[in-house]
């Protein structure tokens, strides 16, 4: 057995350098800014008011109340094309750029309107300093100013704001397609009735959820059975169309493991054992250079080691210098034994905060066939070996969500 840091080195050192292209913004959420930005235009672009009222001269408000004859009506959108005069106010919405000779806004909550239509007069009670809640040009951003530096993940606020610039070409490392086949005779995926011996695929629906979560782009590629000829079509087929690859399945010491046997003939590969449980058997390598994790078939350990090894590698794959989930401490609310074997055990834990604390407790049954508590679990409990951690005891946990 190698130690998880070991095989995690080994993989992450062989997985391709991120890729720059070009997206549509729409398309931009969640990659990575593979160039700084830089704004070409001012935000906002002009001066603007923040409130509805009346935009006025500074001046006349001294003394206040005083009586402003109303001059027009600006809404968001529109421009007064007069100057406001002295003794002059314009009524204005929120948004509306402020008219020449106007040098401030009031509220229009600290005003009154008197008079007929086509000669209103507005009452303005407070005396109203210059720059009263008038929004400047380039407040938000000048031309010319850095938006966001290369390596900044695109996040909803990142995207309204390069729309706000008008980038509608982003540039961003490429979204890594990552295909997933599933390998095994006794597997069916068609919905029909379970012959004898039969269970149904549950770890492709899984893997291309979890890739699909963490931001990249999944590929089904489909159920192979456990056929050397048939799994070498498929891994040939997957790495012309993906820029990384996950099968589940055939990687343990039984004899119809071929998923192995395969990538050891096509691939540069090496088969781990890895000192941590689950997850314990690991094939990686590179077929004409696109990584490929030949992940174990039990679900809850292809699940774990996609957490462990194919996450954070394609994280970085994508542009990502944060790749590791957060690794965080926390008191044990229950026993968790464990026995002595020389691996890490990574239980499935809820997780949750209180008293100024994270505390974890079992989600349910530890098997590697038993999905249900991976799916409960918020958290990676990490067991070193030992017998375990005592209830109340201090335990690390990585948080998966
Ligand atoms: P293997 O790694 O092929 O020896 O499989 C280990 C265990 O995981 C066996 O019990 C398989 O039936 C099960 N298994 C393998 N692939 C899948 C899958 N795609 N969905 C659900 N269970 C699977
Ligand atoms: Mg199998």
Redesign the pocket.
């Known amino acids: 057995m190698i130690p998880l840091d070991e095989a995690q080195a080994h993989v992450f050192d062989r997985c391709p350098v991120p890729v720059a292209t070009t997206v549509a913004l729409d398309g931009a959420l969640g990659l990575v800014l593979a160039e700084a930005v830089v704004a070409t235009e001012a935000v906002p672009p002009f001066a603007n008011t923040a409130m509805d009222g009346f935009a006025l001269r500074s001046a006349d408000t001294i003394g206040a109340p005083v009586r402003l004859a109303v001059v027009g009506t600006l809404a968001a959108g529109a421009v007064f094309e007069q100057v406001v005069g002295r003794g002059e106010a314009v009524r204005i919405m929120t948004g509306a750029p402020m008219p020449s000779g106007a040098d401030a806004v009031v509220m229009v909550e600290r005003t009154s309107v008197s008079g007929p239509v086509d000669a209103e007069q507005v009452e303005v009670k407070v005396e109203v300093p210059v720059g009263n809640h008038v929004r400047n040009a380039g407040e938000d951003l000048e031309p010319g100013q850095v938006v966001f530096p290369a390596g900044t993940t695109i996040g909803p606020g990142q995207v309204g704001v390069l729309a706000s610039i008008n980038l509608a070409e982003v540039p961003v490392f490429r979204r890594p397609r990552v295909g997933v086949i599933?390998?095994?005779d006794?597997?069916v995926a068609d919905g029909g009735t379970l012959a004898p011996g039969q269970?149904r695929?549950?770890?492709?629906p899984g893997l291309l959820a979890l890739v699909q979560e963490s931001g990249f782009e999944g590929v089904d590629l489909g159920l192979v059975p456990d056929d050397e000829e048939a799994i070498e079509v498929a891994l040939r087929a997957g790495v012309e169309a993906c820029d990384a690859l996950l099968t589940?399945?055939?990687?343990?010491m039984?004899d119809f493991?071929y998923v192995k046997v395969v990538l050891d003939r096509i691939g540069d590969m090496r088969w781990m054992q890895v000192a941590i449980r689950p997850a314990k058997p690991l094939a990686f390598g590179t077929v004409d250079g696109v990584p490929v994790f030949g992940l174990?078939?039990?679900?809850v350990s292809s699940m774990v080691s996609f957490e462990l090894f194919a996450r954070p590698a394609l994280r970085a794959m994508a542009g990502h210098t944060a790749t590791e989930r957060p690794l965080v401490r926390a008191v044990a609310d229950g026993a968790m034994t464990r026995r002595v074997d020389g691996k890490t055990h990574f239980a499935r834990v809820v997780v949750d905060y209180r008293d100024g604390a994270y505390h974890v407790s079992s989600a349910g049954g530890q098997g590697s066939?038993q999905l249900t508590a991976m799916a409960g679990a918020d958290g990676l409990a990490v067991l070193p070996d030992g017998d375990g951690v005592a209830d109340g005891a201090e335990v690390e946990v990585l948080i998966l969500r």
């Open positions: 599933s390998t095994g006794e597997l269970i695929d549950s770890n492709r589940t399945g055939g990687v343990s039984g493991d174990p078939g039990n679900p066939h």
